[in-house]
T-cell receptor, first 115, second 112 residues
Framework: DADVTQTPRNRITKTGKRIMLECSQT?????MYWYRQDPGLGLRLIYY???????NKGEISDGYSVSRQAQAKFSLSLESAIPNQTALYFC??????????????FGPGTRLTVL | LAKTTQPISMDSYEGQEVNITCSHN???????ITWYQQFPSQGPRFIIQ???TKVTNEVASLFIPADRKSSTLSLPRVSLSDTAVYYC?????????????FGSGTRLSIRP
């Protein structure tokens, strides 16, 4: 979805390096999420934020941190990257809208390789 | 948290109707059923959402029986471009977005 952008799209780094993945959205949504996806598997939630002052851990937050700089921006950091963090990372946004269950809109993904 | 079970993979041919069934025996009263589609190296894309009976949009139909313990995503007249992974999710607004789990999904392959 072009309304959700992620940078960089691809990144190769070395073990121990600090890495930041950025997500921006123009949908005006309050809720933002970070997921990782490993080959052949579904998405797993890392962190989520329901508004600028709200940060929550997801299923697999260890080794990651996030920052919600503004409603439109949500960054994911790997403080000291390790090889098993090699994965495809997705940012998503959602809004309660009409009251239906959250529909999430995903960015194009960032492919991260940790050597 | 309602767990979902769906087939790992399915094959079909262009022009056929494809039905993917998802089981969610522990669905709660407030839970909605949502389906997403994911192409390789892309983020999932919302297809359809429903609570009960039948929902239809320009892409698919969603059939939900009265007991809501399962649901069926129906794709009419599939084409090669429908080859993707399809995820069935169950959850309720507003707080469960964080608890919604994308399982392994159903890998649908469409052949000419």
């Amino acid at each position: 979805d072009a309304d959700v952008t992620q940078t960089p799209r691809n990144r190769i780094t070395k073990t121990g390096k600090r890495i930041m993945l950025e997500c921006s959205q123009t949908k005006g949504h309050d809720r933002m999420y970070w997921y990782r996806q490993d080959p052949g598997l579904g998405l797993r939630l890392i962190y989520y934020s329901f508004d600028v002052k709200d940060i929550n851990k997801g299923e697999i937050s260890d080794g990651y941190s996030v920052s919600r700089q503004a409603q439109a921006k949500f960054s994911l950091s790997l403080e000291s990257a390790i090889p098993n963090q090699t994965a495809l990372y997705f940012c998503a946004t959602s809004d309660l809208g009409t009251g239906l269950s959250d529909t999430q809109y995903f960015g194009p993904g960032t492919r991260l390789t940790v050597l | 948290l309602a767990k979902t079970t769906q087939p790992i993979s399915m094959d079909s041919y262009e022009g056929q109707e494809v039905n993917i069934t998802c089981s969610h025996n522990n669905i709660a009263t407030n839970d909605y059923i949502t389906w997403y589609q994911q192409f390789p190296s892309q983020g999932p894309r919302f297809i359809i959402q429903g609570y009960k009976t039948k929902v239809t949009n320009e892409v698919a139909s969603l059939f939900i029986p009265a007991d809501r313990k399962s649901s069926t995503l129906s794709l009419p007249r599939v084409s090669l471009s429908d080859t993707a992974v399809y995820y069935c999710l169950v959850g309720d607004a507003p707080s469960s977005a964080s608890k919604i789990i994308f399982g392994s999904g159903t890998r649908l392959s469409i052949r000419p």
